[in-house]
């Protein structure tokens, strides 16, 4: 079986890469290296002894895109480009919207005109909008309360893919929800290393660790929660990938969602703590005023992606930051 993996070369897609090569399958990665760069390829054949086909182009481009899926005969496309961080969505909507939806919608022109009639998207725990403090489950309403236009391409996108799917009913789609990915892999070759400045707090923690970033701010300490720091579901990132192999197995006509999470919360400070007891190192940090948009307790129901993929998140927030750890010391040598 042939994939493409669109944003192969960024944190979660390499990680997925990795698997898919570990059990297989045959693996080609289209990126633009926006927000990644091109020597993932050569850790991602470090770990696996396989370097994939890389095809620098830009989704935008659909006469690049056109293309490839006219010169190559892929069984399956796992979508993972798009761009992610949610403070500058706000500041440039429109790049948001032109970038991963039109990105999207040029992806889905050319899967149907070439019939490659399974994708997975990469779609996010915050189409659930402001539902603070329930667990989550497919069936729960999605699109209301999203706070930022990064939110609402993901809510988008799923509409389209349920409307493209009506239209084309031999496609099968999965759309896995992702609660918030953290660690790297265990070989620490791979981990999240973004271009620009990151928003999301295991990457502030990295840099604050590395003196790249003097402090960590934490947004609010009066959630209500047993420290007052916000929780989420933090999610190993391998564990996240091997979702992706889960779904592949168990792929199905028509659009089948799934959330892919832990069920359980951890929270902001309690994330530092096991940052410092791990690295035994002191982690500067001060508590600043809530962030607009944030949930004091967002977790999943992961409970249909266990029953129906068979799939299950086994590694522990421990294994995430020692895994994190381990990718830091490779990026210092
Ligand atoms: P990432 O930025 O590391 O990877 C995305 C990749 O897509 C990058 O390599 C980037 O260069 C590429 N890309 C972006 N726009 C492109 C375009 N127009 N053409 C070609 N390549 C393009 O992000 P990630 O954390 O690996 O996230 C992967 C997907 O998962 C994204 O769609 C993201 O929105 C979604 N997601 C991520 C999280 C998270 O917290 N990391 C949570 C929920 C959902
Ligand atoms: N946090 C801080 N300081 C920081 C960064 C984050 O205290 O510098 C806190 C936040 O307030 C929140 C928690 O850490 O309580 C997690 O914040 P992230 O920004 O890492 O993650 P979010 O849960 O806000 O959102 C992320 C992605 C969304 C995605 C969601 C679920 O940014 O796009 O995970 O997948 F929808």
Known sequence: MKILLTGG??????????ELIN???????????????????????????????????????????????????????????????????????????????????????????????????????TVYGDQDGVKLTETNQTGLGITNPYGQTKYMIEQILKDFSLANPDFSITILRYFNPVGAHSSGLIGENPNDIPNNLMPIIMKVSTGEIPELSIYGDDYDTPDGTGMRDFIHVVDLAKGHVAAINHMQKGVSTYNLGTGKTTSVMTMVKTFEKASGQSLPYKIVPRRPGDLAKVYADPSKAERELNWHADLTIEDAIQDTLRYLSHQAH
Do not use: C, W
């Open 23 to 125: 059990r297989g399958y045959t693996v080609e990665i289209l990126d633009n290296l926006f927000n990644s760069k091109i020597t993932t390829l050569d850790n991602i054949e470090e770990i696996t002894h396989t370097k994939p086909i890389f095809h620098q182009i830009d989704l935008l481009d659909i006469t690049s895109l056109d293309r490839l899926f006219k010169e190559n005969k892929y069984d399956l496309v796992i979508h993972f480009a798009g761009l992610k961080a949610v403070a500058e969505s706000i500041e440039k909507p429109l790049k948001y919207y032109h970038n991963n939806i039109t990105g999207t919608l040029n992806l889905l022109h050319v899967m149907q005109k070439y019939s490659v009639a399974k994708l997975i998207f990469s779609s996010s725990a």
């Open 9 to 18: 070369t960024g944190y979660i897609g390499s990680h997925t890469a990795v």
